[in-house]
């Protein structure tokens, strides 16, 4: 593994985080810093806070209480540019082919030139010039082109909240080794997942939440021992 | 508080009565002495009477309206919650006026013109003024966003900003089809003044306490609701796993 | 980062040519004009001098329906892969989208209008007293009046529930001084009568509820 050039300051810095959706409380005191290049395996039961998470560091969701400081700015329109997210609906247009939607989106970053969105598509492993509309992918194609969206602009920071979900095998594998190179370039990656085994070797760190706060960061993956399954069974 | 708000409120009650008592009669006989109220009018006769609640209701919930207005832009500048209650409270008051004021147009048209509505300047601003802040309530109302305020007082400035508009329109629209003016145009008797004066003040009153009550219940409601949050936030979740210890450690599995 | 007009312009033709490559919403529209022209000419039936009278308000009536419907699917595709966010994230000012939005709206309202207006002519016998460029001019004006607005109220209404009814619920009170005008005027320049002081009316309408909702379009962009 490359090792990255190491930041000595955290990319990401979280200190009690509190969401609340009226009564539910998403995010219960989340703090956290998190170093850059390195990839991040967020881990979690479902209603945990993983999404929740992702989305008020991606701006979306605006915290009830607590800081978050992203590249050193606390207001995300000062890194938007800087940040990709990916999200498990694909933030495309149904209607347009894979290359007229990155055009449309290297748009809103700035970018002009078709060259970029060519290559980025040829990254994660599609046809730039295949002219099916994105709303007849499939699945697997879909989440990899919406992988494309959030690379075009290349961010230093990538948030992707479920890209493997009812993605086939070899999809996700191809996907992950596509996450790891980047890593290596360099840049920070944070992955909700709930199929922790196809990051096991990537990521750099494993990080667990459970209703709302973070529980357990490690750098190896287990999974739950035997005992524990049948408990559940 | 409490004491202010009683005292507040027996005088808001007399200078209601009082006011609606001059309003009602020309002479009234109350123990003893004599109280002078309101002459009758010339050509309407005691119907018009009923102008001394319309007007009155009309200032007081353009009065009302405009905090609402106010209220609005400090919070959409500022973040303010108490900003927020207040542009609740006015608007939710206001709109009770206005449909005070539809109600007795209509009431009064009927007996001295024989029609039920006349795009009258007041009547019909009145009348838009009521949807704008009867949709600004139901947005409240529908809206599942967790920023209800902002989307609110955007609206409130929305509609703020249509008045001058509103107003404008109408008037011109009535300069080229003439219609009935209510409320008499053009100068008023003293006395009737008088009346109209007493019977606003004793409204603006009113308004004023209702306005209190509604914030006062309206601030306990949300300091409820925020205990409420707070303490769901701080419940231990169930079964919740002990220790941080490291992941690799064999422990009970993870609960669902 | 591109500049804000170029990414109104890219959002407004993208807008266009997915239209375009749908015809989804303009053909169901556009028979929805028709169906509306043809409804009103069965509930009025006036002669060619009353139609002249009434023809403003009947016309602009059925041009708020028609506008409605077109709305209340400004954001629809948006919505369908939740867009929006995709957008929120990215370093585009929120302007940019709504001007595009509003403009894409114009166009499609005006398309509609241009082909309920001979309908109407036909239906009613209408004949303009008034210079016929007068009459769009006034069209012009009030549709922006009602477009602007009700791409501002379409965003609003996406975070409530029953969001199809909400849109109009905002919308109507809001623009009655923009109907009262559009309807004025236009029966005014029909009967070869002068109406400027209504075009004026709805030129401040315009200037005044553009600056606003450019003003607040991105706080209720980012009101989730």
């Not at chain 1, 881990?43 to 050193?72: C, F, M, Q, V, Y």
């Amino acid at each position: 593994m490359v090792s990255s050039q190491s930041n000595t300051s955290p990319v990401i810095t979280v200190s009690n985080l509190v969401k609340q959706f009226g009564r539910f409380a998403a995010l219960r005191g989340v703090s956290a810093e998190f170093a850059g290049g390195k990839l991040y395996a967020i881990l979690g039961d479902n209603g945990a806070g993983k999404t929740t998470l992702l989305r008020t560091l991606a701006g979306l969701n605006h915290p009830t209480r607590g800081e978050i400081s992203i590249l050193g700015k606390s207001d995300f329109r000062d890194i938007c540019d800087q940040v990709g997210y990916m999200a498990h609906p694909s933030l495309l247009y149904d209607e347009m082919s894979g290359m007229e939607n990155l055009t449309y989106f290297g748009r809103l970053y700035g970018i002009n030139e078709q060259a970029r969105c060519r290559e980025v598509i040829s990254s994660v492993g599609l046809d730039p010039d295949l002219s099916r509309p994105v709303g007849q992918y499939s699945q697997g194609m879909r989440q990899r082109m919406s992988l494309a969206r959030a690379l075009l602009h290349d961010p230093k920071i990538l948030l992707l909240d479920e890209p493997f979900s009812n993605v086939d095998v070899h999809s996700a594998a191809d996907m992950v080794q596509l996450l790891a190179k980047i890593r290596d370039l360099g840049k920070t990656i944070f992955v909700v997942t709930h199929q922790a085994a196809l990051l096991e070797g990537v990521a750099d760190e494993f990080v667990w939440m459970e209703t709302g706060k973070i529980v357990d960061r490690a750098t190896e993956f287990h999974p739950p021992t035997r005992s524990a399954t049948e408990a559940r069974a | 508080m409490k004491w202010t708000f009683r005292i507040f409120g027996i005088i808001t009650l007399c200078l209601l009565i009082y006011g609606t008592s001059i309003a009602s009669s020309p002479v009234i006989h109350v123990v003893g002495f004599t109280l002078n109220g309101a002459p009758t009018e010339q050509t309407m006769g005691d119907v018009q009477r009923i102008f001394y609640y319309h007007v009155p209701s009309a200032w007081t919930a353009f009065i009302l309206f405009f905090i609402n207005f106010v209220a609005s832009i400090v919070y959409l500048i500022r973040r303010n919650p108490a900003a927020d209650i207040i542009a609740l409270t006015t608007a939710e008051v206001g709109v009770v006026f206005c449909t005070v004021v539809l109600v007795t147009g209509p009431i009064w048209a009927r007996p001295v013109w024989g029609i039920w509505w006349t795009w009258d300047i007041r009547l019909t601003s009145t009348l838009v003024l009521w949807l704008i802040y009867v949709a600004y309530l139901m947005l409240r109302r529908f809206s599942s966003s967790g920023q209800t305020p902002v989307l609110a007082a955007a609206l409130a400035v929305f509609g703020a900003l249509d008045v001058p508009l509103v107003y404008f329109s109408i008037w011109f629209f009535r300069t080229q089809h003439p219609q009935p003016v209510m409320g008499g145009g053009g100068s008023i008797d003293p006395r009737m003044l008088h009346v109209l004066l007493i019977n606003w003040l004793a409204f603006s009153c009113f308004a004023f306490l209702v306005c209190w009550s509604r914030y006062r219940l309206e601030k306990i409601r949300r300091e409820v609701e925020e205990l409420q949050a707070l303490e769901a936030l701080a419940d231990s979740p169930p079964a919740q796993r002990a220790g941080s210890g490291a992941i690799g450690s064999s422990s009970p599995g993870r609960p669902r | 980062m591109s500049a804000p007009s170029g990414i109104t312009r890219a959002t407004l033709f993208k807008d266009l040519r997915l239209e375009w490559r749908s015809k989804d919403a303009i053909n169901s529209m556009l028979f929805f004009s028709l169906l509306v022209v043809v409804v009103f000419s069965f509930s009025f039936d006036p002669t060619a001098e009353e139609s002249r009278q009434i023809a403003g308000g009947l016309i602009w009536v059925a041009f708020l329906f028609a506008a409605v419907v077109a709305l209340n699917q400004t954001w629809a595709r948006e919505l369908r892969n939740q867009v929006l966010d995709a957008y929120r994230v990215s370093p585009a000012p929120a302007n940019s989208l709504f001007l595009a939005k509003a403009f894409g709206n114009f166009i499609f309202v005006m398309v509609l209008e241009a082909v309920m207006t001979p309908l109407f002519i036909a239906f009613y016998k209408l004949r303009s007293l008034g210079p016929p460029w007068q009459l769009a001019v006034v069209a012009a004006l009030g549709t922006w009046a009602l477009v602007v607005n009700g791409t501002f109220f379409a965003a609003m209404s996406l975070r409530t529930r029953s969001r199809e009814i909400m849109l109009p619920l905002l919308l109507f009170p809001i623009s009655s001084p923009a109907i009262i005008g559009m309807v004025q005027a236009t029966t005014r320049i029909l009967n070869g009568e002068g109406a400027r002081s209504w075009i004026m009316l709805l030129v401040t309408y315009d200037l005044v509820f553009t600056t606003s909702c450019l003003l607040l379009f991105e706080t209720v962009l980012n009101a989730e």
